[in-house]
Protein backbone atom coordinates (compact mmCIF):
# COMPACT_ATOMS: atom_id res chain seq x y z
CA UNK A 1 0.00 0.00 0.00
CA UNK A 2 0.97 3.46 -1.11
CA UNK A 3 0.09 6.36 0.48
CA UNK A 4 0.37 10.06 -1.67
CA UNK A 5 0.23 12.97 -0.54
CA UNK A 6 0.61 16.31 -2.64
CA UNK A 7 2.33 20.09 -1.31
CA UNK A 8 3.75 22.84 -2.47
CA UNK A 9 0.30 24.18 -4.09
CA UNK A 10 -1.10 27.80 -4.02
CA UNK A 11 -2.16 30.99 -5.68
CA UNK A 12 0.69 32.27 -8.04
CA UNK A 13 0.45 35.33 -10.74
CA UNK A 14 0.60 34.89 -14.33
CA UNK A 15 3.75 33.87 -15.31
CA UNK A 16 5.11 32.59 -11.82
CA UNK A 17 5.97 29.21 -11.20
CA UNK A 18 5.62 26.68 -9.10
CA UNK A 19 7.11 23.42 -7.81
CA UNK A 20 4.40 20.37 -6.54
CA UNK A 21 5.67 17.87 -4.35
CA UNK A 22 4.41 14.64 -3.92
CA UNK A 23 5.55 12.37 -1.27
CA UNK A 24 4.50 9.16 -0.57
CA UNK A 25 4.45 7.13 2.82
CA UNK A 26 4.28 3.57 3.50
CA UNK A 27 6.38 1.11 0.57
CA UNK A 28 8.61 2.45 -1.60
CA UNK A 29 7.97 4.37 -4.66
CA UNK A 30 11.41 3.80 -7.17
CA UNK A 31 8.86 0.87 -8.74
CA UNK A 32 5.97 2.89 -9.56
CA UNK A 33 5.29 4.87 -12.75
CA UNK A 34 4.08 8.66 -11.11
CA UNK A 35 1.88 10.67 -12.97
CA UNK A 36 0.15 14.27 -12.25
CA UNK A 37 -3.43 14.78 -13.48
CA UNK A 38 -5.36 17.90 -12.88
CA UNK A 39 -8.90 18.82 -13.01
CA UNK A 40 -10.51 22.68 -13.31
CA UNK A 41 -13.54 23.09 -11.91
CA UNK A 42 -16.49 21.76 -13.66
CA UNK A 43 -14.38 19.93 -16.02
CA UNK A 44 -12.35 16.13 -16.35
CA UNK A 45 -9.26 14.95 -14.87
CA UNK A 46 -6.74 15.68 -17.11
CA UNK A 47 -3.22 14.18 -17.41
CA UNK A 48 -0.25 16.33 -16.77
CA UNK A 49 2.78 14.81 -16.99
CA UNK A 50 4.22 11.10 -15.95
CA UNK A 51 7.66 9.77 -15.02
CA UNK A 52 9.35 5.90 -15.41
CA UNK A 53 10.85 4.27 -12.42
CA UNK A 54 13.79 4.97 -12.72
CA UNK A 55 12.96 8.90 -14.05
CA UNK A 56 14.74 8.24 -16.94
CA UNK A 57 11.14 8.61 -19.24
CA UNK A 58 8.98 11.15 -18.94
CA UNK A 59 5.68 11.90 -20.50
CA UNK A 60 4.04 15.20 -20.96
CA UNK A 61 0.70 16.86 -21.87
CA UNK A 62 0.70 19.27 -25.09
CA UNK A 63 -0.79 22.06 -22.60
CA UNK A 64 2.37 21.66 -20.51
CA UNK A 65 4.68 20.49 -22.89
CA UNK A 66 8.24 22.77 -22.61
CA UNK A 67 6.35 24.84 -18.93
CA UNK A 68 6.84 22.10 -16.61
CA UNK A 69 8.96 19.70 -15.46
CA UNK A 70 8.58 16.31 -13.60
CA UNK A 71 11.43 14.73 -11.90
CA UNK A 72 12.02 12.07 -8.97
CA UNK A 73 13.92 11.37 -5.92
CA UNK A 74 13.41 7.80 -5.11
CA UNK A 75 15.74 7.80 -1.98
CA UNK A 76 12.99 10.61 -0.57
CA UNK A 77 10.20 8.54 -2.05
CA UNK A 78 9.01 12.29 -3.89
CA UNK A 79 7.55 12.97 -7.45
CA UNK A 80 8.01 16.67 -7.66
CA UNK A 81 6.37 18.89 -10.73
CA UNK A 82 8.00 21.97 -11.60
CA UNK A 83 5.45 24.70 -13.32
CA UNK A 84 6.73 27.70 -14.96
CA UNK A 85 5.06 30.51 -17.30
CA UNK A 86 1.86 29.46 -15.49
CA UNK A 87 -1.29 30.69 -17.05
CA UNK A 88 -4.57 31.03 -15.75
CA UNK A 89 -5.69 28.36 -17.63
CA UNK A 90 -3.48 26.21 -15.41
CA UNK A 91 -5.66 26.75 -12.24
CA UNK A 92 -6.96 23.53 -10.82
CA UNK A 93 -6.49 20.43 -8.77
CA UNK A 94 -3.33 18.58 -8.96
CA UNK A 95 -3.32 14.81 -8.38
CA UNK A 96 -0.63 12.55 -8.36
CA UNK A 97 -0.74 8.63 -8.51
CA UNK A 98 1.16 5.81 -8.92
CA UNK A 99 0.67 2.71 -10.86
CA UNK A 100 0.83 -0.36 -8.49
CA UNK A 101 2.09 -2.85 -11.38
CA UNK A 102 5.45 -2.89 -12.14
CA UNK A 103 4.50 -1.64 -15.90
CA UNK A 104 7.00 0.17 -17.43
CA UNK A 105 5.83 3.83 -18.32
CA UNK A 106 5.28 3.10 -22.44
CA UNK A 107 4.45 -0.01 -22.45
CA UNK A 108 1.03 -1.74 -22.23
CA UNK A 109 -0.81 1.11 -20.73
CA UNK A 110 -0.42 4.45 -21.82
CA UNK A 111 0.91 7.10 -19.31
CA UNK A 112 -2.12 9.86 -20.21
CA UNK A 113 -4.56 6.14 -18.85
CA UNK A 114 -5.96 7.22 -16.05
CA UNK A 115 -6.96 3.88 -15.22
CA UNK A 116 -3.47 2.17 -14.79
CA UNK A 117 -2.87 4.27 -11.14
CA UNK A 118 -4.03 2.69 -8.42
CA UNK A 119 -3.31 5.06 -5.60
CA UNK A 120 -3.72 8.99 -5.96
CA UNK A 121 -3.68 11.92 -3.28
CA UNK A 122 -5.89 13.97 -1.68
CA UNK A 123 -4.90 16.80 -4.48
CA UNK A 124 -3.23 20.22 -4.57
CA UNK A 125 -5.02 23.34 -5.39
CA UNK A 126 -3.17 25.45 -7.84
CA UNK A 127 -4.57 29.01 -8.84
CA UNK A 128 -2.88 31.17 -11.39
CA UNK A 129 -4.49 34.83 -11.35
CA UNK A 130 -4.46 37.13 -14.23
Known amino acids: QVQLVESGGGLVQAGGSLRLSCAASGRTLSTNVVGWFRQAPGKERDFVAA????????AYADSVKGRSTISRDNAKKTVYLQMNSLKPEDTAVYYC???????????????????????WGQGAQVTVSS
Open 97 to 119: AADSSARALYGSRRADDEDRYDY
Open 51 to 58: ISRGGTYT
